[in-house]
């Protein structure tokens, strides 16, 4: 197993396996696991920082996919609060998409 999350009543809301070579061979995930915004998500964000996330990456003109790369994740809910802080500060530090 490489990941897991549960919501706030400690059933899994998501789980990613994978094999002796590391490729994911199996991935579940609930439909909408932040929409209690107070939730935590796999390495501890909440859907609230989950939300602040994706504004800022819109801001930026920068997809979830390029900062998942950058930081080797598969799924938005793999990121773990240092990486949640790295990954911010970098997007605060990069100008808006118009002005780019």
Request: no cysteine.
């Amino acid at each position: 197993m490489q990941a897991i999350s549960y919501n706030g009543q400690r059933e899994i809301s998501a789980l990613t396996i994978v094999n002796q070579k590391g490729a994911v061979v199996y991935v579940y995930e609930r439909k909408n696991p932040a929409a209690d915004m107070g939730e935590t998500l796999q390495g501890g964000l909440t859907g609230r920082q989950m939300a602040v996330l994706e504004k800022e990456l819109e801001r930026a003109g920068i997809s979830m996919e390029t900062v998942l790369e950058r930081y080797h994740l598969y799924r938005a809910e793999q990121m773990t609060p240092e990486i949640y802080k790295k990954a911010l500060g970098s997007l605060k530090k990069t100008r808006p998409k118009e002005a780019a």
